[in-house]
């Protein structure tokens, strides 16, 4: 991957959590579980929609999309977070860190943009009740998927490859548990302060015009619920709003902390904990927000246990 030819790092260390080896043993099992649990909870809502037809609409769609993600997106990083728990070295060679580095990023960039298409799919339930069928149609819902998914594996080529041929000539360790683009830049032999705010501004620049569109788009959907007369009919319109609500408040929150300012101005110890959130609090905990208030989607949760339990009689 590297064309520079002055580098002398071929491998990068990850300290990942520095502690005693029984500290780690138990943060393997801690992280193995919720790594198991984001796999069991995304892949049921998945399964959920592929196998209840009253699911086929956009909304469950976009829905199990988003879970799909989660899956892909987890495994970019946590089981080679889980092996560095366990290795004596805890070691990744350049162009596999680069690697890590690239889809971790394009799945975080797909991320983003799902969100607001989700926004928008609810601010179109809302807005255009009697038109919504019309407009948003399962096959139009899956090219604007297609597009989320492209576009955001098309928005890091660049800034990776100028990052690659910076040299790296030594030392090669970072306190970190992913490749992020502060400590590779840090380990750099040279400053590179334009690659820097480069990467600053583009992730900046995602970010917040997601987040103003989800913000707009839950601006014309308060305004439409506070003019429904009933109190009732007021707490339904809004409870479908609820939940994405949630999740974009967790993904956000954690996803500005991050990654907004520059890596210069953000402690490690910091950005450590907000990456640890991101990675291993959200991913499980996004199943239970959308299934728990949810009540198409529980049924269509009910129905994999019943035909789990009629496979087992068989």
Same mark, same amino acid.
Request: some cysteine; glycine content about 4%.
């Given at each position: 991957?590297?064309?520079?030819?002055?580098?002398?790092?071929?491998?990068?260390?990850?300290?990942?959590?520095?502690?005693?080896?029984?500290?780690?043993?138990?943060?393997?099992?801690?992280?193995?579980?919720?790594?198991?649990?984001?796999?069991?909870?995304?892949?049921?809502?998945?399964?959920?929609?592929?196998?209840?037809?009253?699911?086929?609409?956009?909304?469950?769609?976009?829905?199990?999309?988003?879970?799909?993600?989660?899956?892909?997106?987890?495994?970019?990083?946590?089981?080679?977070?889980?092996?560095?728990?366990?290795?004596?070295?805890?070691?990744? #060679?350049?162009?596999?860190? =680069?690697?890590? %580095?690239?889809? &971790? !990023?394009?799945?975080?960039?797909?991320? $983003?943009?799902? @969100?607001?298409?989700?926004?928008?799919?609810?601010?179109?339930?809302?807005?255009?009740?009697?038109?919504?069928?019309?407009?948003?149609?399962?096959?139009?819902?899956?090219?604007?998927?297609?597009?989320?998914?492209?576009?955001?594996?098309?928005?890091?080529?660049?800034?990776?490859?100028?990052?690659?041929?910076?040299?790296?000539?030594?030392?090669?360790?970072?306190?970190?548990?992913?490749?992020?683009?502060?400590?590779?830049?840090?380990?750099?032999?040279?400053?590179?302060?334009?690659?820097?705010?480069?990467? #600053?501004?583009?992730?900046? =620049?995602?970010? %917040?015009?997601? &987040? !103003?569109?989800?913000?707009?788009?839950? $601006?014309?959907? @308060?305004?439409?619920?506070?003019?429904?007369?009933?109190?009732?009919?007021?707490?339904?319109?809004?409870?479908?709003?609820?939940?994405?609500?949630?999740?974009?408040?967790?993904?956000?929150?954690?996803?500005?902390?991050?990654?907004?300012?520059?890596?210069?101005?953000?402690?490690?110890?910091?950005?450590?904990?907000?990456?640890?959130?991101?990675?291993?609090?959200?991913?499980?905990?996004?199943?239970?927000?959308?299934?728990?208030?949810?009540?198409?989607?529980?049924?269509?949760?009910?129905?994999?246990?019943?035909?789990?339990?009629?496979?087992?009689?068989?």
């Amino acid at each position: 991957m590297n064309m520079s030819g002055v580098n002398t790092v071929t491998e990068f260390i990850l300290l990942s959590f520095p502690c005693s080896r029984q500290v780690q043993v138990l943060l393997f099992m801690l992280f193995s579980v919720t790594y198991i649990l984001t796999l069991m909870g995304n892949g049921a809502i998945v399964c959920a929609v592929k196998l209840d037809r009253r699911l086929h609409t956009p909304m469950y769609i976009l829905l199990a999309n988003f879970s799909f993600l989660e899956i892909c997106y987890i495994n970019t990083t946590v089981p080679n977070r889980l092996s560095n728990f366990l290795s004596e070295t805890k070691t990744l #060679s350049f162009n596999t860190c =680069f690697l890590h %580095f690239y889809f &971790f !990023f394009s799945m975080g960039t797909t991320e $983003t943009f799902l @969100l607001p298409l989700m926004a928008f799919d609810r601010y179109l339930t809302i807005f255009r009740p009697l038109h919504y069928p019309t407009i948003m149609t399962n096959h139009l819902c899956m090219n604007l998927v297609a597009i989320c998914w492209v576009t955001a594996f098309l928005c890091f080529p660049v800034p990776i490859y100028f990052i690659t041929q910076l040299p790296f000539c030594g030392p090669n360790t970072f306190d970190h548990f992913v490749c992020d683009p502060g400590p590779l830049l840090a380990l750099s032999c040279v400053p590179a302060p334009g690659i820097e705010l480069s990467c #600053s501004i583009l992730s900046s =620049f995602i970010i %917040f015009i997601t &987040f !103003f569109f989800i913000i707009g788009s839950y $601006t014309l959907v @308060l305004r439409a619920v506070l003019r429904v007369p009933s109190a009732a009919g007021r707490h339904k319109t809004f409870s479908t709003c609820g939940s994405h609500l949630v999740v974009v408040s967790l993904f956000y929150g954690t996803l500005m902390v991050m990654y907004i300012s520059p890596t210069s101005g953000n402690p490690s110890g910091i950005q450590k904990i907000a990456t640890l959130f991101y990675l291993s609090v959200i991913p499980p905990v996004n199943p239970l927000i959308y299934s728990l208030r949810n009540k198409d989607m529980k049924a269509g949760l009910r129905k994999i246990q019943m035909c789990k339990k009629i496979h087992q009689r068989e």
